[in-house]
């Protein structure tokens, strides 16, 4: 699942408008609804840990999970620089191992998508149960079906800035449900002063609600809430993301 070995390089650069403090502020408002006030918390696909590192700011302990070296270099770097003790852990999210339980795992920016085979995300859903102190939460979000055919769809998206540039090609298949984005990147050099050329495929798959609840109780945890992103409301037709609410009920011996 190593999709960001040079993009990582800036995906900070491209995300600056990404409002992560929103969705940090939505997190919150979901954990004071299902009454989880946690102390110790797991990121899984953290990225370049721009949300592991505004909950540690908050003074949660944070774990952050990926399995992108590049991306977690970068989310080192954060740590340091915020005088932050954060720990960043090189894992698949399929097969992730901690020391211990925590009290809530989260998942968001549609890191779940990645895993393309249902019997995978069953694995990782598993993963989290055991995990998951009694009651812990597990919050995540998955793009959408309508997302992938009719707001990315065939479209190409650019951007250009001196830093570096991108060339964001998708094609989606209705068949397989498999997003495919095509990253075409132009890196400057700062020494060499010219720009480099990577190329990287990233594929995602998209869930009905209906698999990822499914698959959530054979993992055996208790479906909470469904919402339509960064709302309290129910999934609509258009919704391009979703958020899952789920919970810890008992693990069996």
């Known amino acids: 699942m190593e999709s960001y070995k040079n993009f990582a390089q800036v995906y900070d650069l491209f995300m600056k408008e990404v409002p992560y403090e929103e969705w940090v502020k939505y997190i919150e408002k979901i954990l004071k609804k299902f009454n989880c006030k ?15 590192t505004l ?10 999970i990926d399995s992108s070296e590049n991306m977690l270099a970068i989310a080192k770097e954060k740590a340091i620089k915020n005088n932050l003790d954060i720990l960043y852990l090189l894992q698949d999210m399929r097969e992730f191992e901690l020391y211990g339980t925590v009290d ?17 995300v069953l694995q990782t859903f ?17 793009n959408t079906e309508y997302k992938y055919k009719y707001i990315l769809g065939e479209n190409t998206f650019a951007e250009n800035t001196k830093e570096a540039s991108y060339i964001w090609e998708n094609f ?7 997003n495919e984005y095509r990253l075409t990147l132009f890196i400057k050099d700062k020494e060499k002063n010219y720009y480099n050329k990577f190329e990287e495929l990233h594929y995602e798959k998209m869930y009905s609600i209906e698999t990822i609840t499914n698959l ?3 993992a055996g945890m208790e479906v909470l809430a469904v919402y339509d992103a960064y709302s309290f409301e129910k999934p609509k037709k258009d ?10 009920k008992g693990k069996k011996s």
């Not at 700011?57 to 774990?63: A, F, T, V």
């Not at 809530?104 to 995978?120: A, K, P, Q, R, V």
């Not at 919704?239 to 810890?248: C, L, W």
């Open 172 to 178: 989606y298949s209705e068949e397989e449900k498999i």
């Open 38 to 52: 946690p102390k110790l918390m797991v990121e899984l696909g953290c990225g370049t840990g721009t949300i592991t």
């Open 104 to 120: 809530c795992i989260i998942s968001i920016c549609d890191s779940l998508n990645y895993i393309l085979e249902e019997e995978e």
């Open 216 to 218: 959530l109780k054979q």
């Open 55 to 64: 909950f540690a700011k908050k003074g949660i302990e944070m774990i952050g």
């Open 239 to 248: 919704s391009e993301r979703v958020y899952f609410v789920a919970r810890e």
């Open 126 to 142: 598993k993963w989290v149960n055991n995990y998951l102190n009694p009651k812990g939460l597990f919050i995540f979000d998955l």
